[in-house]
């Protein structure tokens, strides 16, 4: 999907030389083959080695499993993390390094972009997308249905047989405790990878009822 030819475009900028990319498409691949949207002709990046996507909130880098890693201003980037970009950030990939510019930063819908990026967890259920701390919070459905139904009333205690049958609609309930448990573990290390090892501590189990969520209490 293309964007908005009306809206600013954000770019990269390849140092040295000063040759900007416009980010005219919703994702754009980077890598050392000529098929690649960004190509760099550099024998430390990979084939494919990284790719760029617009979300909701604006633009997210992720590493795609390159051999030298890829490093935002000096921090490599973590195994399937998902790096919310801003405006000045400092890529680099291999001996190549970009500079990213969004003038479009300061142009977002009021209001929104604040939400996501204060509120502990925030969801946009028309997207099916996660965020956590503002970092996009990459999520099974499963994982999103099960995050949706705490977030709906945080704090509250959500019982294992509302759990079931809201998650799990297909087998109207009729779903185990063990595959509860590991589903809750699994969105457990979501929330760690993305906002740190505290950030598993929201999900609370609440002996023998269920499980509540307390982020931002």
């Not at 990284?50 to 979300?55: G, H, L, M, V, Y």
């Not at 890829?70 to 801003?86: K, M, P, S």
């Not at 709906?152 to 595959?179: Q, T």
């Not at 448990?181 to 990878?193: E, M, W």
Request: with cysteine.
């Amino acid at each position: 999907m293309s964007l908005d030819p009306s809206l600013p475009t954000a770019q990269l900028t390849v140092e040295p030389g000063g040759q900007s990319f416009p980010l005219k498409n919703d994702r754009l691949i980077i890598g050392r083959v000529p098929t690649c949207d960004l190509f760099l002709s550099d024998q430390l990046v990979s084939r494919q080695h990284a790719e760029i996507r617009r979300e909701s909130f604006g633009y997210a880098l992720r590493d795609l499993g390159s051999s030298n890693g890829t490093f935002v201003n000096g921090q490599r980037l973590t195994a399937d993390e998902a790096h919310a970009l801003r405006d000045g950030d400092t890529l680099r990939l291999g001996a190549s390094e970009l500079q990213f510019h969004d003038p479009s930063a300061t142009l977002r819908v009021p209001g929104l972009s604040e939400r996501v990026a204060v509120a502990p967890v925030f969801l946009d259920h028309r997207r099916q997308e996660a965020y956590v701390r503002g970092q996009p919070l990459s999520l099974a459905p499963k994982e999103f249905a099960f995050l949706a139904l705490l977030a709906e009333r945080p704090g509250e205690v959500r019982r294992r047989a509302e759990i079931a049958r809201l998650v799990w609609p297909e087998y109207e309930g009729a779903v185990g405790n063990y595959n509860i448990d590991v589903l809750a573990s699994r969105l457990r290390q979501r929330l760690s990878a993305a906002a740190g090892p505290e950030a598993a501590e929201w999900l609370v189990t609440v002996k023998k009822r269920g499980y509540r969520l307390v982020a931002g209490a």
